[in-house]
């Protein structure tokens, strides 16, 4: 961006200062003047009053995150993480804390009890599963969310592979301990299953394909990151 990037930074410094300005507007301004200017004391101030301050779950555990990311912070977002876990009033919060306690590693040690009673929760078991992974090492807990979540692919009850950066996180962080997980993969990537949900037919064949697809663009990164 270069000169047009800079000419920026004043633009972003008014609307941060403004008393007007929504704290996940000042959060986003702060962001973009510590990737501008490399200065983060803007940023690190922003996202530590949203995460003390925060009313909504959701924008205390994003600006967690976002902390965490940019300053290398675990104490702030620690508390965050585990204020939302007990709380558990949204789902998808609740999923968000549990990624973010797995991104923190060690750290949310502490945690770990409160994970492992996420498992098999529809929208949060695979999150928890992959942080106790991340925190204790254990495998058995992710193999078995992603085994149950292809099965409701299988099955057509929730459609899981339309998005499947998932579960390419899991193969990266099962590494060789993904187990029986590949030649599962396999056998949905090559049988005649129908992946795709109800639709048109032709769009559900390109649907189908296109699931396939990214089947075996993974399989194929897992089978090289193994050599």
Do not use: N
Not at 178 to 190: C, T, W
Not at 200 to 224: F, P, S
């Amino acid at each position: 961006m270069g000169e047009l990037a800079r000419a920026a930074v004043p633009a972003l410094r008014r609307a941060f200062e403004d008393p007007a300005s929504p704290d996940h507007v000042r959060a986003d301004c702060a962001a973009a003047l510590a990737a501008l200017t490399g200065d983060t004391a803007l940023l690190e101030q922003c996202l530590a009053r949203l995460v003390a301050d925060g009313s909504a779950d959701t924008d205390r555990v994003a600006a967690a995150r976002l902390l965490h990311e940019t300053t290398g912070e675990t104490a702030v977002p620690l508390r965050a993480a585990a204020h939302t876990l007990e709380r558990g009033r949204i789902a998808r919060a609740v999923a968000e804390s549990a990624d973010l306690a797995g991104r923190l590693g060690e750290a949310a040690r502490g945690l770990v009890p409160r994970l492992r009673a996420l498992l098999g929760d529809p929208c949060a078991g695979h999150p928890a599963a992959l942080a106790l992974r991340r925190i204790t090492g254990e495998a058995g807990p992710l193999l078995d969310e992603c085994r149950a979540r292809l099965e409701q692919e299988r099955k057509g009850a929730r459609e899981r592979l339309a998005e499947p950066e998932w579960l390419a996180e899991t193969l990266r962080e099962l590494g060789a301990d993904a187990a029986g997980l590949p030649s599962a993969l396999r056998a949905l990537a090559e049988g005649d299953h129908a992946l795709a949900p109800g639709g048109t037919w032709g769009a559900q064949v390109r649907d189908d394909e296109r699931k396939r697809d990214r089947l075996r663009g993974l399989l194929a990164e897992h089978a090289a990151s193994a050599r």
